[in-house]
């Protein structure tokens, strides 16, 4: 150990110690790790200024408690605890000042970065109530159900951390995101039993300290509202008393699964997916994922030299994704999935198969899916194409070659279905069972179904269940309600992206929010956030 890091540690067991060198050291009071709230910093006073008026004039709303570690989440959570404020509701933010969720921080440290959170979040005051997590005092004992719960969430850390799925308890991420899991549990225990809020508001609600106070709010029956950010640019994912990255759109299925687009809806579908293919963001986008432009299918045809086979495309998830954990139907994990399923392929040469690493995993420190699969065929068969996350291969010209799709939860098998494509899924994908893919709930029927599939693809005589070579136009129509609920209407509309917080806040200030015109655009968000009922 380091005589600096000895000394740090030393110094955080003496109380006050911390406290003394904040004072004496940085009279400024600026940020001096990875945990930087600066912006928020500079431009608290203004929030404050132009959240007051319209505080004191609004109804009384909802006792709301936020929560929120990392520094860009506590910039976002402020910003919406301001603006509910504005609305007229109660608002605390407990928060953990934390610049890392998977290494160990020092006490001196920790609470040097606590003083200079209590500093910045002070200023927003007495709009906002800050809470630390670190004042807070543990409950003895939470019950035996929410211990296992939180469990389940360090698993969830530990795959998400690894981008693996085999764990087995002893890795020190296992460790170290157990012991912050619980310790977070343990205190959110004991402050809702004595401050119970109207609602829980909390990002993402899977992983981390987020997973353990969400599972906390909800074994004590509190109301709790779970948000993400996806692509879209101006729009957020909300999830009410359930976890956001499931993307469960079962009561909005239910309002529209009747409906035919018109043709306003149709085009601005149309206009959405052929936007999604492209590299440049524009105006819809936060974020894409394609890294090179289309040159169309057969050019990519006779790139990866393929024949006039039939193409059974397998675009596949990035490995520990929020989006996949715990979203298994008769696998145990995604891994055995691609590993039992490329092995039956293997034995399929009258058909030709291509995996698609999912361009993402560039930006992952796992093991890649080539290696999930390599381990159970080192050897590719020459009908099995792997192309890699970094190849110049955009996705789309591979969904235009495709005459088969096998995912396990990924978005890419929507967009095939809205295309015509037979789609068959295996883990629980938000589209699945909406009457316009194959599933199965056992290895048995989903063997079934390929086998089934396959003859099909191959011109045989099906048998008379099976999809044939593409959906049929009412299946096909089916897809494309089902899209636009998921593209256009699943996403609420919000003014700040994750992603991009500051510059969106530039733009569209709190002040425009609560002013007419962002009201009539935002409100019904923010208060849905609240725990108001979605009216779809």
Known sequence: ??????????????????????????????????????????????????????????????????????????????????TLRGLGHDVTLGYLPYSDYDKPIGRFDLRLQDLYARHVLGKAQPLLNPVSFLDLKPAREIPAALTRAVEQVTVFDTQYTLQREDVTGNEPIY??????????????????????????IIPNGMIQEYGAVYETARSLGIPTTTYEFGEHDQRTWLGQNRLVINHITDELWAARQGRKLNDEQRAWLESFLLDRQGLSTGKKFAHLWQKTERTGGAKIRAALNLDEHPVVLLPTNVLGDSATLGLTVFSKSMTEWLQRVILYLADRPEVQVVVRIHPAETWTVGPSVAEIIRAVLPELPSHIHLVGSTEKVNTYDLMEI???????????????????????????????????????????EYFS????????????????????????????????????????????????????????????????????????????????????????
């Open 175 to 200: 460790l170290l995101r157990h012991q912050r899991n619980l310790d977070a549990a343990r205190k959110a225990f004991a402050y809702f039993q004595k401050n119970r809020p109207d609602v829980v």
């Open 402 to 444: 495709a005459d088969l799709a096998l995912v396990y939860t990924t978005t890419a098998g929507l967009e095939m279905a809205t295309r015509g494509i037979p789609v068959v899924v295996s883990g629980k994908a938000h589209y699945r069972k909406k009457g316009f893919t194959l599933e199965a709930d056992t290895w048995d």
């Open 449 to 536: 179904i390929l086998d089934r599939t396959l003859t099909d693809l191959r011109g045989s005589p099906g048998s008379g269940t099976g999809p044939g070579y593409r959906l049929t136009t009412e299946q096909i129509e089916r897809a494309w309600n089902y899209a636009y609920c998921y593209f256009a209407e699943y996403p609420r509309p919000f003014p700040w992206h994750l992603e991009k917080i500051m510059p969106d806040l530039e733009q569209r200030p709190i002040s425009y929010i609560l002013g007419p015109e962002g009201c009539a655009t935002y409100e019904a968000t923010f208060q849905e956030m609240a725990g108001t009922p979605i009216a779809w």
């Open 1 to 82: 150990m380091k005589p600096k890091t000895l000394a740090k540690d030393l110094l955080g067991e003496i109380p006050l110690a911390a406290d003394l060198y904040w004072l004496l050291r940085n009279p400024e009071k600026k940020a001096f790790s990875r945990f930087n709230l600066e912006a928020l910093n500079a431009c608290l006073p203004q929030l404050v200024a132009d959240v007051k008026p319209y505080s004191e004039s609004a109804p009384r709303g909802k006792k709301v408690f936020f929560f929120a570690s990392w520094h860009y989440w506590i910039i976002h959570t402020t910003l919406c605890g301001l």
